[in-house]
Every structure is written in C-alpha cells, then in structure tokens.
C-alpha cells in the first residue's frame, strides 16, 4: 500500500510538473507576438521618418512628413495590436471562415458568398479618389510592413490565436479595407431581420394585431399595409425554431443591430461660448472591442477619436476645429424579394417581359477536416439570391420560389471611404457637409460641431421606391411586379440635412428623424422610441450646456419606459390586498411592489428594482404574447415597450391580448399583470435568492466582452473574456442592450462600444474612451486595462498636444525608411 501511495504521489507531482512546464511554455510562445513599442525598426514603404508614440494608455500618436507615411502608420499600429481581428473581419467578408473552423462557420461563408462583398469592394476601388486610393495602398502597405516583420523575427506568428489556427496570412490590399466598411453596413442593418419577422407575424395575427406587437413610432401613422399572404398568397405560416447565431455571424439579429447617441450644442446653448459635441457608437460587445483609439498628424492638421482596425480612418472624433459624430440612421435601404422560379427550367426566374436566366457562378469553399464545398451562386435583377438558412428566409418563402434581396451596400461603385476621409480632413462644416452626396453604405446619420456651427446630415444612398409598392418595403414582395422594383436610387439632395437649428441643440438617438408620406419617408423602422424622450428632457432641461453635462447625459441610466410602463401595469396593484405572512408568494410580491413604488426608474448597477422591474416586463411580454403566437414569441426576445404601452392603455382594442384565448375564463390585465409577477419573483429566487433588497442589478447584467473565437473554451475563457457589472438597459441613454435569450436574458452585450464628448471651447479638455483596451492580445496590459474606466463612467484625455502624449509614453516606435541610418 505504501509502494502505491509512493507512486501514485510521483505520478501526480510529474503531471503537475508538466502541467507548468506546458503552460510556461504556451505562456513563452504567446508572449513572443507581444509588440515592442520601444523600437526602431527599418521598414519599405515610407518616405521619412515616422515616429507612433503611445501614450499611458497605449494610444498611438502619429508622427509623420507625409499622409502617406502617416497612414502606412496607422497600418503598422493596427497589425502590432489587433491582427488577429483584422484577419477575422477579412475571412469573415471573403467567406473562408471554414478554412479554418470547419463545418461551423459553412453557413456564415455560404451566406458571404452569396452577397459578393469583396468582390464588390474591388470594382469599387477605382471609384476612389486619388487621396483615398493613396491612404489605403499606404495603410495597406504599413499592414504588411509588420507581416513582414512577425515572419522575419519569428514574433510568435504575429497574435497567440494564430499558434491554434495555423494557417497562411495573405498580405492586406487596399480592397481588404473597402470590404470592412461593406461587412459594417450587414452588421448594422436591421431591416433584413425585421421584414422576416413582420412577414412571419402577419401570417398568424391579424393586421390590427400586428399593429400593437410591432407598432410603428409615436407620429403621424401610415395606412394599414396588405397582409404578406395577400402579397405572396403561397406563402404560408412557419413556426419552426428560429436558427440561432454563432458569435461569428456578421449580423447580431433582430434588437442587435446598430444603435448610437450623438448630440451637439451650438454657441447659444454652450457655458463656454463656443460649440459641444458627444457621441457613443453601440456596437455588439466583444474583446477586443471594435474600435481603436488613434492620433493621426496630417497635412490638414491633427486628427483624433476612434479607429477600426482595416480602416484608415478616424470615423468618429475631432481635428482642431471640426467634431463628427455618427450613429445609425435606420434609413431602409433593403429590401426582400420572392422571385418565382420557372418550373420547367430552374435556371430561369420570372421577370415583368417573362423568364431570365439567373446570372450565376460556382464558388468553392475550402472546409478543415471536410471535403470542399461547391456554392452555386446567384444573382436576378434585383440581387443577389440568399439560401433558405439565411436570415430564417426559408420560413418565409413560398413554394416555387427563391428570395433575393435589393440593398445599397452591394454597390459596386461604393466611394463611402472616399467621402469618410473627406470628413475627417475637412477643416469646417461647409467641407464636411460637401462629402455627404459620396456616403453610400452603411447610411448613418452624421452629426458635426465647429467651433461656432453645428449640423446634422443622414448619410447614404436612399432606394428609389415606386409609390404603387405593394409593401412601402416593409414586407417581402414579389419580384417580378415591376412597381416592387427600385428605380434607382435618390438624388443626394434627398438627404435630410439639419444646419444651425433655431433651438441650439441637434441629436440622434436612432429615433425618428423625419415625418414624410412614403416613399418621401426614410424608414417605418426606428432604432428607438424611449431613450429619445430622455434626451429631450435633459437637453431642455437646462438652458445651458457644459463638458461635464453632456458626459452626464452620455451615462444617464434612468428609463423612460420603466417610467411609463410600471405606473399603467401596477396602478391596480400597488398598497392593494390584506397583509400576507412572511415566506408566502403573496408576500414576496407585496415586498416587490413596495420597492417598485419608491423606486424612481434608475437603473443603476446596485439596486434590486432594475432586475425586479426587467424580470417582470419580460414574464408580462411573455405571457401576453405566447398565447396568440406560440413558437413565434420565441423571436420577440426583448420587451417592446411600446407594445405593453397600448395594451395597458388598451389603445384600439390591444387589451385583447390580455385574455388567453384557450381558456375559459376572461383574463384581465390585472390578472396577467399579477400572475407575471409571482412567476418573475419565482425566476429570480431560483437564480439570483429571495432577499429582494439584497438583489444587484449588476449581477445579472453583466457587460459580456467575450472573445468572439475562444470565448466559449474552457479553461481559455477565464482569459481571453472579460465581464464586468454595469448600470443600464435597453433603454437608457447609457445603453446595455440585455442579450434575451438564454439562461441569463439580461446579460449587457450590446452598449457603447465609444464614447467621446469634444468641447470646442477648450478642444484639449475633450475626452473618450472604449470599453476593453488597446491590444487584442490577452497577455497584454493593454488587453483591457480601460475596461473598468468605461464600466465607471469615467474617460481618459483626448488631446492633440504632443508634448503631453510623450510626457507619460508608454513606448515610442520608429520607423526608419529602408536602408537609412538611424
């Protein structure tokens, strides 16, 4: 016994040695892809000397003689601390995720191929201007510059992801980055999505129904639109499960898509006397995070804000005279067509003059560890043909047929990059606002601050529509009637500009902008309907406005909507029944409405009522919804609160939903109201305890900046993830859009991915920041070492002083042109 205790204690102290020795060893391997950012380093491609100094944040300054230098920089910069992401996003938009995660990601790379975007991004390269062309071959080139440099030095293949997936790199062409504005625009375009849902909807409810679950925004109405069976009479009601995303799928789904603030105050209405501009992009949380914080020394002066790695460009931020801020616009700009087939040749789709070929071609999809698969590609007049698994279309499409979709982005003469820069070097509003006929795809609303004006502008091509289309573009049509097709495209005047209002203040929250008859609308689909109520109130609630103030309106957390809905749902409940003894569901309930009634609507990270009140709403939604639309309510994942607004009002007869239409009994409002808040309470006992004062609302809503690739290994997660508490919900100014599905709905995965507030009064006092870090390497300080800033409301300095960058630099980098002398 003891000889086998003596050997089993050699075993376990041998594996444990292992254990270390590989993990030291991992540990070594990864850490050789660490940047030095104290270097000087010859490099081919730039003309004179370079210097990126970063400072105590690591946020490279750029110093440079020309542009061109300065932007081959910025693509030295990007490479040194987030390759690993800039390969994914250029995988992702050519279709070769299978290359090199198999199987799982086929339907991503089918889904990309089909749409053609990188593709389309070359034919557009010509359409550049000259300085454009010149800073993407430059960024291109400064990209590369760093490749070559991981493969010269063996710096551990540039990232430690890049030891797990072994696979070539291809040098970056300045395609590549036209391709990463075209992959932002299907990332936040949500019309895809909501013509789906609304077309599977309207085949189960009736049209005043679908009014009330998805209602249009608070104005002047639209007149009731054709249900989609009348539309496509062979379609016919689905309920099968929707697919579920892999954190892969370049768009986050329906409630995810974009969103933002931005806001500006003109001189009238700023403290200091000159303009104020604040703007926080949402954006799916993931770490790294999306944006890269840059300084950039151009021949037009000092630029800085807000980079993606791929992009030479600074796409929300300040120069010295000039702020610009964007979010998105919600314009609809795509549309869903059911193109029939020709039942005697399936290479032929029905047109207004009769059948055509389809326009098509094979692509080859390389799989890991699977054969190859070939992907029939095809195109009809209106676009490109999506699969039945795309977007959940399959549920949708009728017998005979197949679904292809119009959308500005799939431009082949897209010069959004062009006009984007043009931005970012203008020296004035007038300049900046000259760029905005060249914005294509994704549309964002734009918002600009000099230092004595202020503008808003809605960037992006807008459809053509004939005013005879059956669905306004709000459902899937049929494709070969010629008053469902796009007569093009409208002409930049179009554009909804806002100069120098009246009241002093311009802002966006993703609400409604405009309120036109179609087709001289923008969109029936808006990003917001209550947060927007929350600015107006902040913004007119003072005459004057400060740095400081607009940083509180930037992180204000009360919700508009738990300030309307909680007094129409509880009215009848709130200080009503006999006293019930303690441990009893009664009771439990009692102590919940007694929290509710004094609560003010904050949603701040420390309180129960946040996570009493968002537990309750879901259960109500829930039950008000089941009954009429079974399996589908799965695909209303978040509380509508519009929705629950017109049933507690009973606003044209939506109290209905109250009563469950299969049992006997009538239900009141009151009664689902009460059931869904025992059932609330129920749910928050099991998971988080039955001590509501001892509740946090943090606790469940947990910021989720997970690695994208890693995030779900085990062992690897505890590293490469990040969580942290955070104040918030869907519909807060401080936006933490909650995941709503799951075992935790009410994880925070979708909030500012940037927030920066320019004051032109004293431009050196403007601050940002992001919500992880710098680096894309989890060894790294710099990983997310900003993180718990942006979970506090707090930001670092955004200044164009040189001298103050390099006052407290973290390490400075110089690149020498080939050949030259230090």
């Not at 089909?114 to 070359?122: E, P, S, V």
């Not at 869903?336 to 094979?362: C, I, K, L, M």
């Not at 738990?562 to 009503?576: E, G, H, I, N, S």
Request: charged share 20%; with cysteine.
């Amino acid at each position: 016994m003891v000889t086998l205790f003596r050997w089993l204690f050699r075993v376990t102290v041998a594996l444990v040695v292992l254990g270390v020795l590989a993990f030291t060893l991992l540990t070594w391997f990864a850490s050789r892809s660490l940047p030095d950012y104290e270097a000087t380093t010859e490099v081919e491609g730039i003309g004179a000397q370079v210097e990126i100094v970063r400072d105590h944040s690591s946020v490279p300054h750029i110093f440079g003689k020309t542009d061109a230098d300065v932007f081959f920089a910025l693509g030295y910069a990007h490479a040194q601390d987030r390759l690993w992401q800039m390969m994914m996003t250029r995988r992702t938009v050519q279709g070769r995720l299978s290359e090199l995660f198999g199987e799982r990601t086929l339907g991503i790379d089918r889904l990309m191929r089909r749409l053609d975007l990188h593709t389309l991004a070359r034919e557009s390269l010509d359409d550049q201007d000259a300085p454009a062309r010149d800073a993407l071959e430059s960024y291109s080139a400064g990209v590369n510059a760093w490749l070559a440099e991981v493969n010269e030095g063996a710096l551990g293949r540039g990232a430690p992801e890049m030891w797990l997936f072994r696979q070539a790199i291809a040098p970056w062409q300045p395609a590549d980055s036209l391709a990463v504005l075209k992959l932002m625009a299907l990332r936040l375009n949500a019309h895809l999505d909501a013509e789906v849902l609304r077309a599977r909807a309207s085949l189960v409810l009736p049209p005043e129904r679908l009014a009330d679950i998805l209602p249009d925004m608070p104005g002047e109405g639209v007149a009731a639109l054709p249900a989609y069976a009348e539309l496509v009479p062979s379609a016919r009601p689905s309920f099968a499960e929707a697919t579920s995303r892999d954190p892969l799928f370049p768009n986050p789904g329906t409630g995810l898509a974009g969103a933002s603030n931005v806001w500006a105050a003109g001189v009238s209405r700023s403290a200091a006397g000159s303009t104020l501009l604040a703007n926080d992009p949402h954006l799916g949380l993931s770490a790294p995070g999306t944006f890269y914080l840059a300084r950039l020394e151009l021949s037009t002066g000092g630029v800085i804000g807000g980079t993606i790695p791929g992009l030479p460009l600074v796409l929300t931020g300040r120069s010295a005279n000039l702020g610009w801020g964007v979010t998105s616009s919600y314009l609809d700009d795509l549309d869903v067509q059911a193109e029939e087939v020709n039942p005697a040749n399936a290479d032929e789709y029905r047109t207004p003059e009769g059948w055509a070929p389809f326009r098509s071609r094979d692509s080859i999809i390389e799989v890991k560890d699977a054969p190859a698969v070939t992907v029939r590609l095809q195109w009809t007049e209106n676009g490109p043909v999506l699969g039945p698994e795309d977007f959940d279309l399959g549920q949708i499409r009728p017998p005979g047929h197949v679904m292809s979709i119009s959308w500005t982005a799939l431009s082949d003469r897209d010069t959004t990059l062009t006009a984007a820069l043009r931005i970012m070097r203008a020296r004035d509003m007038e300049e900046a606002l000259d760029a905005v006929p060249l914005f294509v795809a994704p549309s964002q609303n734009l918002v600009l601050a000099d230092r004595n004006r202020i503008a808003m502008a809605t960037l992006g091509a807008i459809p053509d529509r004939d005013p005879a289309h059956q669905s306004k573009g709000r459902l899937p049509t049929l494709g070969h009637r010629p008053e469902n097709r796009w007569r093009g495209v409208k002409p930049a005047e179009a554009n909804p500009v806002f100069l120098d209002p009246e009241g002093g203040v311009v802002g966006n929250t993703n609400n409604k902008i405009l309120d036109a008859p179609f087709p001289d609308h923008l969109s029936f689909l808006w990003g917001d309907s209550q947060r927007i109520q929350r600015w107006q109130f902040l913004m007119q609630g003072r005459e004057i406005h400060t740095r400081d103030s607009f940083i509180e309106a930037q992180l204000d957390t009360v919700s508009p909507a738990a300030r309307t809905l909680l007094p129409l749902v509880a009215r009848d409940l709130w200080f009503t029944g006999e006293a019930a003894p303690e441990g009893t569901p009664e009771r439990q309930r009692a102590r919940a409405l007694e929290l509710l009634a004094e609560w003010n609507g904050q949603m701040n990270e420390h309180l129960p009522e946040p996570l009493i009140y968002s537990a309750w709403m879901r259960m109500l939604q829930e039950r008000l919804v089941r009954d009429e639309l079974g399996p589908l309510a799965d695909a209303f994942t978040h509380v509508e609160p519009l929705f629950l607004e017109r049933v507690f009002k009973d606003i044209d007869g939506a109290s209905i939903w109250c009563d469950v239409q299969q049992s006997e009994p009538v239900e009141t409002c009151d009664d689902m109201a009460r059931e869904a808040l025992d059932e609330a309470l129920l749910q928050i006992d099991a998971r988080w305890g039955t001590a509501l004062e001892s509740l946090r609302w943090g606790d469940a809503h947990e910021a989720a900046h997970d690695h994208p690739v890693l995030g779900g290994t085990p062992l690897l997660s505890w590293f490469v993830n990040v969580r942290q508490s955070t104040s918030g919900d869907d519909d807060t100014l401080m936006r933490g859009r909650t995941r709503g599905t799951g075992p935790n709905p009410f994880v925070n995965v979708h909030a500012a991915a940037y927030r920066g507030v320019y004051d032109f009064a004293d431009p050196d006092s403007s601050v940002f920041i992001i919500p992880t870090g710098q680096s894309g390497h989890p060894l790294s300080r710099h990983y997310d070492d900003l993180g718990e800033l942006w979970r506090r409301g707090e930001y670092i300095p955004m200044s164009l002083d040189p001298a103050l960058a390099r006052a407290a630099a973290v390490g400075v980098t110089t690149l020498m042109p080939e050949g030259s002398t230090p």
